[in-house]
């Protein structure tokens, strides 16, 4: 009954690799977010979906590359990993749009280490 | 775009004592206000927001004011408990454009109660 879930949980890899974390929903929302937290806990978001269609797109660097193969579903794909990369992030996802007032709800994080 | 400032970074309080924590934001069109708490190692979670057209709102313990014309806002939270301690977020949204639906958020603020 997980509303929304992240995997993997943790996530140790070497510069320069490249890997995805994935990201589902079970509240029949229609709007899905990646955000990133760093080391200070600031939160950022990065990208977000609105029924598999791209309606924020913050300046990010083009290794991070979203997917939404439908809208129960978000991935966070991420090439040539960097130290700068590791962080904590969050998907989350919302009825609606989360800036008019829909809550919303995020998944339990992915700790990426980048060594 | 906006930006929200939030202040302080750090409050420690004694048990049953009064926290308020504050922010101001930029863009006037900003109009939906939450807050989240994230506890140590959890995901964030919606505690209170208000709308523009509300000075205050109050859910028990917490209460959230906001002054529009001075675009601050700010989090009260009455007879604190110990379990209270957490990061606590403000965020405001964004319209238009490529921001339509954006949340920008707050630096945190991490609250220890003190038993």
């Known amino acids: 009954d997980t509303a929304v879930s992240q995997t993997p949980k943790y996530l140790v890899t070497q510069m320069g690799n490249d890997k995805s974390i994935k990201c589902e929903q079970n509240?029949?929302?229609?709007?899905m977010y990646w955000y990133k937290q760093d080391s200070k806990k600031f939160l950022k978001i990065m990208f977000s979906y609105n029924n598999k269609e791209l309606i924020i797109n913050e300046t990010v660097p083009n290794r991070f590359s979203p997917k939404s193969p439908d809208k129960a579903h978000l991935n966070l794909h991420i090439n040539s990993l960097e130290l700068g990369d590791s962080a904590v992030y969050f998907c989350a996802s919302s009825l609606g749009l989360a800036g008019v007032g829909e809550t919303q709800y995020f998944g339990p994080g992915t700790r990426l280490l980048v060594l | 775009g906006e930006n929200v400032e939030q202040h302080p970074s750090t409050l420690s309080v004694q048990e049953g004592d009064s926290a308020v924590i504050k922010c101001t934001y930029s863009?006037?069109?900003?109009?939906?206000f939450p807050w989240y708490k994230q506890e140590l190692g959890k995901r964030p979670q919606l505690i209170i927001d208000?709308?523009?057209?509300?000075g205050e709102k109050k859910d028990q313990r917490i209460a959230v004011t906001l002054n529009k014309t001075a675009k601050h806002f700010s989090l009260h939270i009455t007879e604190t408990q110990p379990e209270d301690s957490a990061v606590y977020f403000c965020a405001a949204s964004t319209f238009g454009g490529t921001s339509y639906g954006k949340l920008t958020f707050g630096q945190g603020t991490i609250l220890t109660v003190h038993p």
């Open positions: 863009d006037s069109a900003s109009n939906y």
């Open positions: 208000i709308r523009s057209n509300v």
């Open positions: 509240l029949g929302h229609d709007t």
